[in-house]
């Protein structure tokens, strides 16, 4: 439909880790790690999303106002 978006991690062998859907933040556009924090955003630029890569529990996600 367009508004679901996936991170997914693999190991070298290309076997799933973890993974993680989301409903309603439309397709992920760019990925960067800051000090053990996947940062993901979303393709219109208007969600971030966190993840603790120490803790895949701690999650944060924040709109992004243009």
């Known amino acids: 439909m367009g508004n679901e978006g996936f991170i997914a991690c693999t190991d070298a062998e290309?076997?799933?880790v973890w993974g993680i859907f989301f409903e309603?933040?439309?397709p992920i556009k760019?990925?960067?790690i800051k000090?053990?924090?996947l940062?993901?955003?979303n393709e219109h630029t208007e969600l971030?999303?966190?993840?603790?890569?120490?803790?895949?529990t701690?999650?944060?996600m924040t709109s992004i106002k243009s």
């Open 14 to 16: 290309d076997r799933l």
């Open 24 to 26: 309603n933040s439309n």
């Open 30 to 32: 760019n990925l960067e």
């Open 35 to 37: 000090d053990e924090i």
């Open 39 to 41: 940062i993901a955003i």
């Open 48 to 56: 971030q999303i966190e993840i603790n890569l120490e803790n895949l």
């Open 58 to 60: 701690q999650i944060k």
